[in-house]
């Protein structure tokens, strides 16, 4: 009985991504693929199975370079067939491949493993996942941003109830390492001596500009009224919350930041 093409094509999909013999009433790989003189039907299909694991590791090593230069490409491919065999892809596009992976990664740290190099590895996975996701997402590219000009007219009635509008997509991620060094120095290709990294609360503001990522490292007081202001978009709301900086210090952060190109008119 001849197999509707449907029928063939589904099987040959399950039988490339699924990395294993396709079980069906009527269909084995025999029928379906053509042995040779040097290959059998498994071995010939075998190449087409082989070539899109292959082209998978390939994707998710061009999501998070970086890491793979820390860890070493063996280890990371290692990580990478762990991950893949967990998490197949799912979405239209290869993209979306490497999302799920700084959580797999957290998830299947052994709970022996101790020292900095393990932490490193998570936290560089999460920064690099942030920083790719940013660079792909909307930036305000398009948009009109607030002047400090135009933030300095406002009367000091007019800037209290002034309802702050982020740029799209910002981010501010907390890391317990100072992972933005890491991170470029791997990016630059110099050579990096993770032992010598010491554990330390950082913050960022991560947003894109000029269709490039920017990651500011934020002070600890510059954090708190980031937050604060995109909780509470109004600085009437804001200023009351007593873990908040003077009014003063507020005022030059939000100043700084609008000529960083955070705010939008």
Known sequence: ??????????????????????KHQSINTQAVVQSTNK????????????????????CLTAIYPALEKFTGKELFQLFAEDYLRTH?????TLSELGEYFPAF?????????????????????????LFGKTYDNEGSEELQLL????????????????????????????????????????????ETDYQNIKPSRTRYCIFRHQYKVRIIELEE????????????????DLLPISTMPEKAQVLAILINFTDLGLFLV
């Open 88 to 92: 197949p892809p799912t979405s239209y």
């Open 147 to 190: 002047t400090s000009a135009e933030l300095l007219a406002l009367t000091p009635s007019n800037l209290l109830k002034h309802p702050f509008q982020f740029v799209p997509n910002v981010l501010f991620p907390e890391f317990n390492y100072p992972i933005k060094n890491l991170f470029n120095q791997l990016r630059s290709k110099e």
């Open 105 to 129: 990664l957290k998830k299947t740290k052994p709970a022996e493993t101790q020292g900095v190099w393990s932490d490193l590895i998570i936290e560089l996975a999460e920064f690099e996942y």
């Open 221 to 236: 007081g510059q954090f708190q009224v980031l937050q604060g202001i995109y909780k509470n978009p109004r600085l009437e």
């Open 39 to 58: 290959l059998s039907a498994t071995e010939r299909l075998g190449i087409y199975q082989t070539s899109y694991w292959l082209r998978l590791i390939d």
């Open 1 to 22: 009985m001849e197999n509707k093409l449907s029928e063939l094509q589904l099987w040959m999909q399950k039988a490339i991504t699924q990395q294993q013999p396709i």
